[in-house]
């Protein structure tokens, strides 16, 4: 049980365009979703909390403009990456709490690697 | 605020050795959760334990062990008789007890030579 799966696994798009990713939680409803962004050999940093039907909180840093969360349901929430540039270019992981158990733990994907040319 | 600190960024052991990897915490909270999660070349993160805060008790499953320590804001793993499938980025992470914000530290990266 509580598997999260993310969708694509690996994305290479060009400089100007816009690409979306997936967040599906597979086994279980979740009302409160997380996104993170890791740069090559470096930690996960939050980007962003998004709650189902609300908007997403950003994290002090991330342009909300640039990286358009939308959870709109309690399986799904997408991170579109807006004009992306080579600076974009990170592993992308989203997490989903469960909202049927009371320890509120976090399940992670597997991660979308994004390559900006 | 929340602050996870892994001083040890890269540690190379030789298989079946014992490594230790160090996990050092800051917060105000009095109620937190503590974990650690593997990450292997892949990408995927891979939990490997949880700890809340009023739960000092140390634990042990199989050659992992961990050893929580509030005195010293420290959650310390180990590895016994380390394995070269153990090679791996290992994370130590912070977060409130709603798991709402959830803060890892910078990763230590572990090499285990044959």
């Known amino acids: 049980g509580a598997v999260v799966s993310q969708h694509p696994s690996r994305v290479i798009c060009k400089s100007g365009t816009s690409v979306k990713i997936e967040c599906r939680s597979l086994d279980f409803q979740a009302t409160t979703m997380f996104w993170y962004r890791q740069f090559p050999k470096q930690s996960l940093m939050l980007m962003a909390t998004s709650n189902e039907g609300s908007k997403a909180t950003y994290e002090q840093g991330v342009e909300k403009d640039k990286f358009l969360i939308n959870h709109a349901s309690l399986t799904l929430s997408t991170l579109t990456v807006t004009s992306a540039h080579p600076e974009d270019s990170s592993f992308y992981i989203c997490s989903a709490r469960d909202k049927g158990r009371l320890t509120y733990e976090q399940y992670f994907g597997p991660g979308t690697r994004l390559t900006v040319t | 605020a929340q602050k996870v600190t892994q001083a040890q960024t890269e540690i190379s052991v030789v298989e079946k050795e014992d490594v230790t990897l160090d996990c050092v915490y800051e917060?105000?909270?009095?109620?937190?959760?503590l974990f650690w999660y593997k990450q292997p070349p892949s990408g995927e993160l891979v939990f490997l334990i949880r700890r809340n805060s009023f739960d000092e008790q140390n634990e042990i499953s199989g050659r992992y062990s961990w050893n929580f320590q509030k005195s010293t804001s420290s959650f310390n793993f180990t590895i016994t008789a380390s394995q070269v499938v153990d090679s791996a980025v290992y994370f130590c992470?912070?977060?409130?007890?709603?798991?709402?914000?959830?803060?890892f530290g910078a990763g230590t990266r572990l090499t285990v030579k044959p």
């Open positions: 992470a912070l977060s409130d007890y709603n798991n709402n914000d959830m803060r």
């Open positions: 917060t105000r909270d009095t109620t937190y959760y």
